[in-house]
């Protein structure tokens, strides 16, 4: 017998059909579906046919799935009631729920930024969008000018986001590091595409997407080497699996017998996942990509991915430390600690010296990303509930202020330099009024949501013993309140600029994005208690 | 054999391939050298497979072959565009944004 026979565990006669439950799976299933739509769309409908019915395609898609979340809430998933899905692969349980409530959420805002027509001139006579005409043609070449004379548009955009959402749902519920690494890439790769579709500054879009394509690849590398190592070490990819073998519960074997003497491949492995999932959530010293993507991709991506890949990839981190590392945890904590302290520190100081407002949001992100890492390492319940209430306000914060980049512009498109900002309270007092409270949700003010999130991540990381941490994020938080009101004393009492930018009056899209984001923003800093209550019932991590 | 050799040559081919992309400047090249870094996790988790005697490693080595490729179409296009914009496909050429 041969040992490729021998390693199947003898060689039975049929292989079993794996069981999967379609109904529990609906969500994801639901996108993926409008993905597919979405592509055929974009093949057989006439051109002038496509933008609506890839807006309706998409909208429908994340409305259907969400409603399968809240059928699923209603059916006790996630609070009473949790699950393993297709052979132990997904997850079904409070925080997947969840998350993907909240992702769906941010995705509906986030398309209907894409969705906008009225902001950007027209060109060839027909209303277009923030996305190129036509990504092959070469910047400023004569194809690209035929493009744009022929009123081309990209709205294979929103097929590539329908998949990016259905990546990032089952990011957080992978319970497998087979399943989390193909959702990963599910997610990245069309994030990679949509950076470099940018209609204006093409040349900075690409080199946005080169870069984070070559990064992101990089660090997926990375993540695929650690699960090898860590499937070397517990024989399994099962988060659950390998917590069993850490702890030493799992039914010893004589491979394990061996293997398990050897600390370096749990350790290693564990630092290579941790490298590859930092990278996407943007903590230092993995941030290095965050401000240039941020600049270069088009503004709509660059809300919809500052918002919704924070939340799965935390999503996801936590899953991997909670379920499949418990028993490591005084080997991960001190080196969170020092990701935590420096993502918090760095983000903050950096984005001090910004001149450009996207970079500043970029650098902000990166600070937001180290509190909430305080709240992943309180390693407790309460922890656990602040940093799904953190991700549910931080995300709409980011959508509404990427919005407002976008309605700010002059004659080359968007205005981003700081100083083209100077003034904007007195040229338009409701938009200048709107970006404020974001910067003060960001700056942890009281009464937005950006100060419950934070007072909960300090709170649960003080009673999970991290008091230096705290101590460490509020004078971080200072820090960062410095640029976010030097901002607001920019725009409310300088001079403006003679011949600067001028403000966009948005369609319906546009400002329901933003109003939906100054909803949320104020409701849950005024009246946090029923999501709080909601982030703290779910159920901890499902085994 | 001892399978424990195909580890340390996983290893390095990793090493390598991580070194590369450090290293060198053109955006084929550092994209092949992920390649080779994903490559070597193929190989390490083959090993695995035959150390632990189940068969999970070489089925996930599957599907990195599958994410590898979808991998590649992304890349590519990605790296040709921006080379017949620039005529270059340096890295250290895309230096619009800095600091």
Same mark, same amino acid.
């Given at each position: ?45 006439? =051109? ?17 799935? %969400? ?9 006790? #998933? ?14 079904? &349980? ?34 277009? &969008? ?14 690209? =000018? +035929?493009? /744009? ?91 659950? @699996?390998?917590? @069993? ?17 050897? @600390? ?36 709509? /991506? ?19 430390? #909670? ?7 005084? @080997? ?68 509404? +202020? ?79 309140? %410095? %640029? ?18 001028? /403000?966009?009056?948005?369609? +319906? ?8 984001? /100054? ?10 208690? #029923?999501?709080? &209550? ?10 | ?99």
């Amino acid at each position: 017998m041969s040992h490729w026979l021998a390693a199947a565990g003898g060689n039975s006669a049929s292989i079993p059909a794996p069981h999967v439950e379609y109904g529990q799976l609906s969500p994801m299933l639901v996108v993926f579906g409008a993905a597919v739509a979405g592509i055929l769309a974009e093949a057989f409908l006439p =051109r002038r046919a496509r933008y609506w019915s890839q807006v309706t395609i998409a909208l429908l898609g994340l409305a259907g799935a %969400f409603t399968a979340v809240i059928v699923l809430a209603s059916q006790g #998933y996630g609070s009473t009631r949790v699950d393993l899905l297709a052979m132990g692969a997904v997850a079904l &349980d409070g925080p997947a729920l969840f998350l993907q409530g909240v992702i769906l959420l941010v995705a509906v805002v986030a398309v209907l930024t894409y969705a906008e027509r009225k902001v950007e001139p027209k060109a060839g006579g027909v209303p277009v &969008d923030a996305f190129v005409a036509q990504a092959a043609a070469t910047p400023g070449g004569e194809q690209e =000018r +035929a493009a /744009v004379r022929a009123g081309f548009a990209s709205t294979e955009v929103f097929p590539l986001t329908m998949f990016a959402v259905g990546g990032m749902l089952l990011f957080p519920a992978a319970n497998d590091l087979l399943t989390m690494f193909v959702a990963l890439e599910v997610f990245s790769l069309p994030l990679y595409l949509l950076c470099a579709l940018a209609r204006r500054r093409r040349l900075l879009s690409q080199e946005a997407a080169v870069k984070y394509f070559l990064l992101g690849a990089f660090a997926s590398a990375f993540f695929l080497f650690g699960t090898a190592l860590l499937y070397g070490y517990a024989g399994s990819v099962r988060l659950g @699996d390998i917590a @069993d073998v850490i702890s030493g519960e799992a039914p010893a074997t004589q491979a394990l017998l061996s293997t398990t003497q050897n @600390d370096a491949l749990l350790l290693i492995g564990l630092a290579l996942l941790s490298v590859g999932l930092l990278f996407k959530v943007g903590a230092v010293p993995f941030h290095s990509w965050t401000p240039d993507v941020y600049q270069g991709a088009p503004t709509p /991506v660059t809300g919809f991915m500052a918002a919704a890949t924070k939340v799965a990839a935390f999503g996801a981190l936590m899953r991997l430390f #909670y379920v499949a590392f418990p028993g490591l945890r005084w @080997d991960w904590r001190p080196v969170m600690w020092g990701v935590a302290i420096l993502t918090m520190v760095v983000g903050a100081v950096l984005a001090v010296t910004q001149q450009d407002v996207k970079r500043l949001l970029a650098y902000s992100s990166i600070a937001h990303a180290g509190f909430i890492l305080t709240g992943v390492i309180a390693t407790n319940k309460q922890g656990l509930g602040a940093v799904l209430f953190y991700l549910l306000a931080y995300s709409f914060v980011t959508l509404g +202020a990427f919005a407002v980049v976008t309605l700010v512009r002059d004659s080359r498109g968007e205005a981003t330099h700081l100083s083209s900002w100077a003034g904007l309270g007195r040229r338009s007092p409701l938009l200048a009024a709107v970006f404020a409270l974001f910067l003060l949700a960001f700056a942890g003010i009281p009464l937005t949501s950006g100060f419950t999130g934070k007072f909960a991540v300090f709170q649960a990381a003080a009673a999970g013993g991290a008091t230096p941490l705290v101590i460490i994020g509020v004078l971080s938080s200072a820090v960062a309140a %410095f %640029f976010y009101i030097r901002v607001i004393v920019l725009m409310f009492f300088s001079d403006p600029q003679p011949g600067g930018p001028t /403000v966009a009056v948005p369609s +319906a899209f546009t400002a329901t994005a933003i109003g939906v984001g /100054v909803l949320v923003t104020l409701g849950l800093g005024l009246l946090p208690q #029923y999501f709080l &209550d909601l982030a703290s019932k779910v159920s901890p991590f499902v085994r | 054999m001892n399978p424990v050799n195909y580890l340390y040559l996983a290893g390095l081919l990793f090493t390598i391939g991580a070194s590369g992309v450090l290293i060198r400047r053109n955006a084929i090249v550092l994209f092949m050298c992920v390649e080779l870094m994903l490559n070597a996790s193929n190989l390490a988790l083959v090993t695995f497979s035959r150390l632990h005697g189940n068969l999970d490693g070489q089925i996930i080595a599957f599907f990195t072959m599958v994410v590898a490729a979808a991998e590649v179409v992304v890349g590519l296009a990605i790296i040709v565009s921006i080379f017949r914009t620039r005529h270059s496909a340096s890295v250290d050429d895309s230096n619009l944004m800095k600091l």
